[in-house]
């Protein structure tokens, strides 16, 4: 046991850096505080709760999705533990195939040197290097934000037992005819010469041309048909004209041969449905080699494709444009399709393409011979769970699109032509008979020879991260079981970004079915999408992404945790600005300044660390009468807010969660009830009411502290360690989380809360009439009822001191001339304004902001009265320009009372 230290008070400033460094992760790991043990779950000690960190690739350094995604994740799990869970947080990271062979690839370049030169081995071996070298360097920064792993666990999607579960997994599905080499369209990059997948390709907004041209009739001389396409150069590879049947103007023509312009073949026109009428001329040429929307109407008619574009972007065809780049021959044939006599004019077109997000450069649309995983037969079950809520999403919208999805799903491609991931286990002989297996040895046994040659490809990186639910629980194959998988598998929550709903999340639905029989996760929430201040997507190349750790270095780690959850609701985008973070930070410093008051109080009413500690055991909430009003009040509003705290946290709403301890502790505690206290206290000098005060003080800021540790931990846990004597290497990370207490919720504290209410009210009155804050201004209340009265007078003082005002009270009072007055809870209250304020002035000033008030409400009127507006945005968006209006409204009623009252 680490030696004790007696509770003293903070430092006067909070100094992040100090705190921060002091608690940093690394303090948390080297005690094992996040360690979490299969044996208690299956020794039904514990119920698990498990959280499966998205790998992060190998490549990368921390991003504001990274924050957001790896806060809500340690959020979660740091709840869990505290409620008494066994919880645990697999982390990894991911090998991410094209991005670190590219990485590398650039690294030897500068040194003169390419990989062919190298060969496979040897590349392979500078690839471990640099992974060993640099490849750490995002779970580095990951620790950072205090994430709370179970970091013996962390696992390399190439770790031996990740790889083995890879080729286990292939070869199953392989025997099982999921798995089979075929001739499909795919992503092709013609810089990094692979197969990509969707989540490789970036949607660019590009301007190119529409060129239309025409097509004549082989059986109608001088009559053609017009096509409108921005790929002229793929011309030479069509092999049909279609056209919509319920179009009539080509009704008459389906069933014609038309011929390709500049390579005189003669063509079929077709009726597809595909065709949508309204693009171009209604009539689309079927280019099946170089489209997967092609490629599908030329299966349904049974036409071979013909390839016009290679694997490095240049042209293939016999027509006189082989080997020219696909761009430049796109220009060459637009001018020889003018020149035949078969353009018919060029117009400037805005779409959107694909490019491949490591070169750069536009996908190729490309017809090849690849690995493909049958995907129907696994994905009707995967749809099933979703609908019967075995998963839940969160947002639920997001089933919508999941199952669009899976009820159109396609082959998904696994193959890729680089160097660096898992190898296919499959291997050739020379006659190209394929066997595929787990191992080079079983592969000859198979074939009965030695001949063979391995496959060159690798697999798509996803194809590993599918398995990521049961190889991070150390599962190797189909049949493979372990006590860590009974007890973690099916992990809890998944929390990721809805961008990977296809790639990844769907994927992995499949994979635990398939192999494992049960869904990998319970719950999924997608996280919201972080857009700049002017609701653009963060992104290197428009510089509008800030660098999260200088933000640490400026903020705080816990306030930049607090802030990005305080400003994400649930299925909202965030709108972050760098400036955001004061809110954390001077939410931090107010935390650090109002544990400071009470350890103060503390120390002033108990002659030691031990007194208070010996008292403070003992005490008990449920067992003492109050002996300030006060203390009924928070004590009720803070079971309140417990109540609200774990329902969010059931309702997967963790920005109510952060909003609702947030209004608390500023308002109720430290605005209401610690500025009470002091004032009750003020003229106090020691007894066991005041002892009992300040407990009753420290264990409500003991809650907060808990309630608010899963979001700032760093912060939380030093100010917890200064309440009462504890070793260094306890942690409130594994103290218990507040529960609710259902007598106080059902408590009246009508009367109790009168005082902070009829506050509340008379600074707003100061506020609207801008009476200075430094006059003293007599305030009359007239109480509704005797125990009104009771509860005022007990308060006064109370009352007096935080509305810098001389309080007279009294059952028959009259409203005094030029005063405010207000009501609350059917008790009238008056301030006099004569001599306080200028009265010409303050007309003046009411006079404008009712002119600017009623602008602003006729406005939002407007607003609100459009149709457009209202059936097209969001329920939130239109609630919350009502509650503009209704709170305009009520201003407005305001500031014509006051004009009364300073006219009469």
């Known amino acids: 046991m680490s030696e004790q230290k007696a509770p003293l008070n903070l430092e006067k400033t909070y100094n992040h850096q100090d705190v921060e460094e002091r608690w940093r992760s690394a303090h948390w790991e080297a005690l094992g505080l996040f360690h979490a043990e299969s044996s208690r779950v299956l020794g039904h000690e514990k119920a698990p709760y498990t959280v499966l960190m998205p790998p992060p690739n190998v490549t990368g350094s921390l991003t504001l999705g990274h924050v957001l995604n790896h806060t809500l994740q340690d959020i979660f799990i740091r709840y869990s533990r505290m409620t008494g869970r066994e919880a645990l947080w697999l982390p990894g990271t991911d090998h991410a195939g094209i991005a670190t062979q590219t990485v590398v690839e650039k690294k030897l370049k500068k040194e003169g040197v390419t990989r062919h030169e190298l060969g496979r081995r040897e590349f392979l071996e500078h690839v471990w290097q640099w992974r060993d070298e640099y490849g750490g360097l995002i779970l580095r920064q990951l620790r950072r934000l205090g994430i709370s792993c179970d970091w013996r666990r962390n696992l390399f999607t190439m770790d031996e037992s990740a790889s083995q579960a890879v080729v286990n997994a292939f070869v199953a599905l392989y025997r099982d005819g999921l798995i089979y080499r075929g001739t499909r369209i795919i992503n092709w990059c013609p810089v990094s010469q692979t197969a990509l997948s969707d989540e490789e390709v970036i949607m660019k907004p590009r301007r190119d041309k529409l060129v239309y041209v025409q097509y004549s009739l082989v059986n109608q001389p001088g009559k053609y048909i017009t096509v409108a396409t921005v790929r002229p150069e793929t011309i030479l590879g069509d092999v049909a004209i279609a056209v919509n049947p319920a179009d009539p103007r080509y009704r008459e023509l389906i069933g014609e041969l038309a011929v390709v312009p500049l390579a005189g073949r003669h063509i079929p026109i077709i009726a597809d449905e595909y065709v949508d009428i309204e693009f171009g001329t209604g009539a689309l040429k079927i280019t099946p080699a170089h489209d997967p929307n092609d490629y599908e109407v030329a299966r349904r008619h049974n036409f071979q494709p013909i390839s016009v574009v290679g694997k490095d972007g240049r042209m293939t065809d016999s027509f006189g444009y082989a080997g020219m780049d696909r761009f430049e021959a796109r220009e060459k044939i637009i001018r020889d399709l003018e020149e035949e006599g078969s353009l018919v004019r060029v117009e400037e077109y805005e779409h959107n393409v694909g490019y491949s997000e490591r070169a750069d450069v536009v996908v190729e649309p490309y017809l090849s011979e690849q690995w493909f995983v049958r995907m129907k037969p696994l994905a009707e079950r995967a749809l099933q769970v979703v609908n019967d809520g075995e998963i839940r999403f969160h947002p639920p919208h997001w089933i919508n699109t999941y199952r669009h999805w899976m009820e159109n799903i396609q082959d998904w491609c696994i193959s890729r032509q680089l160097w660096w991931g898992h190898r296919i286990p499959a291997w050739y002989e020379p006659d190209g008979k394929v066997w595929v297996a787990s191992s080079y040895e079983e592969a000859c046994h198979l074939a009965g020879t030695d001949k063979l040659v391995q496959e060159d490809d690798v697999l798509d990186t996803w194809f590993s991260s599918w398995l990521w639910p049961l190889t991070t629980l150390g599962w190797t194959g189909t049949h493979s079981d372990n006590d860590d998988l009974r007890a973690f598998y099916p992990t809890s929550t998944l929390v990721t970004g809805p961008d990977i709903i296809f790639f990844w999340v769907a994927r992995m639905i499949m994979a635990g079915l398939y192999f494992k029989g ?131 946290f059931s309702q997967f709403r963790v920005n109510d969660i952060v909003k609702n301890v947030y209004d608390f502790f500023w308002g109720d505690y430290c605005d209401w009830y610690l500025e009470a206290l002091k004032i009750k206290l003020s003229g106090v000098q020691e007894g066991e009411a005041a002892q009992d005060a300040v407990c009753l003080a420290v264990h409500l800021l003991e809650g907060i502290l808990k309630v608010l540790h899963p979001v700032m931990p760093f912060i939380t846990d030093e100010i917890w360690h200064h309440i009462a004597s504890c070793s260094i290497d306890e942690s409130i990370a594994l103290s218990a989380m507040p529960s609710v207490d259902e007598g106080w919720l059902k408590t009246d504290t009508t009367l109790d809360a009168l005082p902070q209410l009829l506050i509340a009210e008379v600074r707003s009155l100061r506020a609207l009439f801008t009476v200075p804050a430094g006059t003293m201004a007599p305030l009359t209340i007239k109480p509704a009822t005797e125990g009104a009265r009771e509860v005022l007078v007990a308060n006064s003082a109370i009352i007096s001191a935080m509305t810098r005002c001389e309080v007279g009270i009294a059952m028959d009072c009259q409203r005094p001339r030029h005063a405010a007055g207000s009501l609350v809870e059917g008790n009238e209250l008056f301030i006099q304004l004569e001599g306080l304020i200028s009265f010409d002035k303050e007309r003046d000033r009411l006079v404008k902001e009712i002119a600017r008030v009623s602008g602003y409400i006729a406005s939002l009127e407007k607003k609100l009265s459009n149709r457009s507006f209202v059936d097209n945005a969001s329920a939130d968006v239109v609630d919350k320009e009502r509650e503009k209006k209704g709170e305009a409204e009520r201003n407005l009623a305001k500031f014509k009372d006051n004009l009364d009252v300073l006219s009469n």
């Open 518 to 648: 049960d869904v990998p996760f319970r719950d999924v929430y997608f996280t919201s999408i972080i857009r700049d201040m002017k609701g653009r997507k963060l992104s290197k190349s428009l510089g509008n992404s800030p660098d999260p750790l200088k933000v640490i270095d400026t903020y705080g780690t816990d306030a930049l945790r607090f802030t990005i959850i305080y400003i994400a609701p649930l299925g909202q985008d965030v709108l972050f600005g760098e400036e955001k973070c004061e809110l954390g930070r001077n939410f931090a410093t107010k935390l650090w300044n109002a544990s400071r008051l009470v350890f103060m109080l503390r120390e002033r009413f108990f002659s030691s660390g031990d007194a208070f500690e010996k008292r403070y055991r003992a005490f008990s909430v449920d067992e003492r009468s109050f002996s300030f009003a006060e203390e009924r009040v928070v004590m009720q509003r803070y079971h309140t807010m417990l109540e609200r705290y774990h329902g969010a």
